[in-house]
């Protein structure tokens, strides 16, 4: 089977992204938001604006709030919304997804297509289901107005893996026409274990917080925000990350390593062997203003969806995680929001009552 | 009955000491200062006192002695007055122990370091240690210059602890003879929990350790440093300490309350009990710049002398402390090294695996028994 129409679900920097870029490529798109505030606009301008790697007004094939809409007769529905709205989206598919619908979470950041299957299966629904996710989101970009988004590019060598990973060549081969820049990877595991977002945004944000609400975020995030005392604390982070991968048998890389990969950094910079230096020389990352306040998704999604499982990941493999523990719990504190047991848990993601065997068996078998 | 006091022997020449003498020799004390850095003494020695600016005057104090040589800074003096940071009290009290005598009181102030002094008066040879402390400094201070100091502040309220406990009314009777200011709490646990330094300076520095490093402390520490977030470690830290505090049944306060008996805070923070509130309506902490690096006490003496002493208290009385114990651990990891190692835990006291009954019988009763 190939790909030939496309449900994206979210109508952000990304679901915008996507919706003008497969539609310039011949795709037939729906896009679905939740609110009709977000789509007049696009309605009202007749497509999306893009510039970047497309260039033109994208007239999309649908623009519906109605998920039921959305998704009929569609070859794979590509779900483009933050971590937090996983549980909603789940939720909203469970009574109208059919087994032949394959589910692209992109990006699952950590745990995404676990998550949403596990709340699938929380609503309700009970027939088999294919997911697959990409670490990251698939295209870097920003909406540039109500109507408009800006496609700098696609995000390269980009890991995708599928849940269940009996399906990965299937799921692989399906979405590769749509992004030719995914690497398959072991399992849902390793691109859980590869969230750099979660690496770096939440030691930045914690080790700036008194900055941050001073100023309302008036300075860069990474150039100035991440010193070296910063870059010790994501390094010590990371090499948690990394034992905890090691343990349950997940390849994995250093931070350096991904971030360098992901042309994020300069070979310098990554050889050095210093976070700090390369965060401070990257360079697409260099006008990246801090956020405004702590409210933002750094915090919420990096520590809840991406620490938050790091952890869970540590206990199951059995190996400390006393920096990633620390920054969770200082979190906490600071926004009075207690993500160890609100964010994305073993439980949440499906695994509450597995050991480490019985984990690494449920991600390839799906049961 | 002990008699009057009339000269004081100072150990330290810094921003403390400097300040503790000028301040004394203004109220008629003889003061005797005493300091193993040299260059730090020879350009009082060389005018023979200090210049000071305080809220009393403006002024030339003159020091009768001023010396290198412990055992001539105490001779004759009543009162022995330790004034230095935490980590250099093994240093000073090392110094001070060959020579002291019975009829002397030792002070120090701040201490704050628990059982460590007794410790090592032990080492020194006295089997039956006796001195007391203050939680705080009695003085907001500087050293400006080879021969001047600043006060921009004088104490008002002390806590005021003594070891063994059952010897604490009779120095606070002397010592509050020089220092109107200091109240009388039962023991050196009660003063090892009002060090408000301990309680906010590493919680707030790790939330501000990407600025201090970004621009070289370009920003006002409390003022602008301790946002709405970060006063809310604070007062997690602070509810820990307060936990600690009470399994062992020692008085304490709130840090907003202290902090409002020590001058430091309005009413209105008092009455909202947070310590963003405390820190932004501080008239006298209000210019505090930040350091200008992380290299500074507020982690190198508020962590290994404050923190940890907490936390390991809290183990001591089965109390959890997470809050402080993850910013012991990221406070190390930021400054790439183990602050735990030459921190104040109960085995550098000489403690190691004492129980908290008898931990509070010692604290009380002294080695007499």
Redesign the interface.
């Known amino acids: 089977m190939t790909v030939q129409k496309v449900t994206i679900l979210g109508a952000g920097h990304g679901g915008c992204a996507a919706a003008a870029d497969l539609t310039a490529r011949g795709f037939e798109v729906r896009l679905h938001a939740r609110r009709e505030e977000s789509l007049a606009p696009l309605r009202e301008q007749g497509g999306i604006q893009a510039a970047g790697v497309q260039d033109g007004l994208f007239p999309v094939h649908l623009l519906t709030t109605d998920i039921e809409a959305a998704i009929t007769g569609a070859d794979i529905i590509m779900l483009v919304v933050p971590s937090v709205a996983h549980g909603f989206y789940a939720e909203a598919l469970a009574p109208l997804l059919t087994p032949d619908i394959p589910v692209f979470v992109n990006p699952g950041h950590t745990g995404g297509a676990l998550h949403f299957v596990s709340e699938l299966r929380r609503a309700g629904y009970t027939d088999p289901v294919k997911t697959c996710e990409t670490v990251t989101l698939t295209y870097i970009c920003r909406k540039t107005g109500l109507a408009s988004v800006e496609i700098f590019s696609y995000t390269k060598k980009l890991k995708f893996a599928a849940f269940p990973g009996k399906h990965a060549q299937d799921m692989f081969d399906l979405v590769k026409p749509l992004y030719p820049k995914i690497t398959l990877v072991s399992s849902v595991l390793e691109t859980a274990l590869t969230n750099i977002n979660a690496v770096f945004h939440a030691p930045?944000m914690?080790?700036?917080?008194?900055?941050?609400?001073?100023t309302g975020g008036d300075?860069l995030f990474y150039r100035?925000?991440?010193?070296?005392?910063?870059g010790?604390?994501i390094a010590?982070l990371d090499a948690e990350r990394m034992a905890v991968a090691k343990a349950l048998g997940v390849p994995t890389a250093s931070f350096l390593e991904n971030f360098y990969q992901a042309g994020l950094t300069t070979l310098e910079a990554k050889d050095s062997g210093d976070i700090s230096r390369a965060c401070v020389e990257s360079e697409p990352n260099w006008k990246i203003k801090s956020p405004p306040s702590?409210d933002h998704r750094y915090i919420h999604e990096d520590v809840g969806y991406g620490l938050v499982p790091f952890a869970g990941f540590g206990r199951l493999a059995d190996v400390p995680t006393?920096?990633i523990?620390?920054?969770i719990?200082?979190t906490s504190?600071?926004?009075?929001i207690p993500y160890a047991t609100d964010g994305l848990t073993l439980e949440a993601m499906g695994l509450g009552d597995l050991d480490a065997e019985g984990v690494l068996k449920f991600v390839e078998e799906g049961a | 009955m002990a008699a009057p006091v009339q000269s004081i022997a100072i150990f330290g020449a810094g921003g403390g000491g400097t300040s503790a003498a000028a301040h004394l020799t203004t109220l008629g004390f003889q003061i005797r200062l005493y300091s193993q850095d040299e260059s730090a003494l020879a350009p009082l020695q060389e005018i023979g006192g200090i210049e000071y600016d305080a809220p009393f005057g403006k002024g030339f104090a003159k020091i009768p002695v001023i010396t290198s040589d412990a055992a001539t800074a105490m001779a004759g003096a009543e009162l022995v007055m330790i004034v230095s940071p935490a980590h250099l009290h093994e240093k000073w009290i090392s110094a001070a122990a060959p020579h002291l005598t019975d009829d002397q009181t030792l002070f120090v102030s701040p201490g704050h370091t628990l059982m460590l002094i007794p410790h090592i008066l032990r080492a020194n040879g006295i089997k039956n240690p006796v001195f007391c402390e203050t939680a705080t400094l009695p003085y907001l201070c500087r050293r400006t210059g080879p021969t001047t100091c600043r006060i921009s502040r004088v104490s008002d309220f002390m806590v005021f602890g003594g070891f063994p406990g059952v010897a604490t009314k009779r120095q606070y009777d002397i010592v509050s003879t020089v220092y109107p200011a200091v109240k009388e709490f039962s023991n050196v646990l009660e003063t090892v929990f009002p060090y408000g330094n301990a309680i906010h300076h590493p919680p707030a520095f790790l939330c501000n350790a990407g600025r201090v490093e970004a621009t070289g402390g370009d920003f006002r520490h409390y003022y602008d440093g301790i946002t709405p977030s970060v006063g809310r470690l604070i007062d997690a830290v602070d509810r820990e300490r307060i936990a600690v505090a009470d399994a062992l049944n020692a008085k304490t306060m709130p840090f907003v309350e202290l902090f409002y008996q020590m001058g430091y805070t309005t009413e209105a923070a008092r009455e909202s009990g947070i310590a963003y509130e405390a820190f932004h309506q501080s008239e006298p902490d209000k210019w505090i710049p930040a350091p200008p690096q992380l290299e500074h006490r507020y982690f190198l003496e508020d962590v290994p002398y404050g923190h940890i002493i907490y936390s390991e208290l809290g183990r001591l009385a089965g109390v959890p402390t997470p809050t402080i114990d993850h910013i012991i651990h990221l406070a190390s990891v930021s400054l790439g090294r183990d602050l735990t190692a030459d921190a104040l835990t109960l085995e550098k006291m000489g403690l190691a695996g004492v129980t908290k009954e008898r931990f509070l019988d010692l604290l009380e009763n002294g080695f007499d028994n």
């Open positions: 930045g914690l080790m700036n917080a008194g900055w941050i609400e001073d300075f100035e925000g991440i010193t070296p005392a910063v010790r604390v010590e702590l006393p920096t523990d620390g920054i719990h200082l504190e600071m926004m009075d």
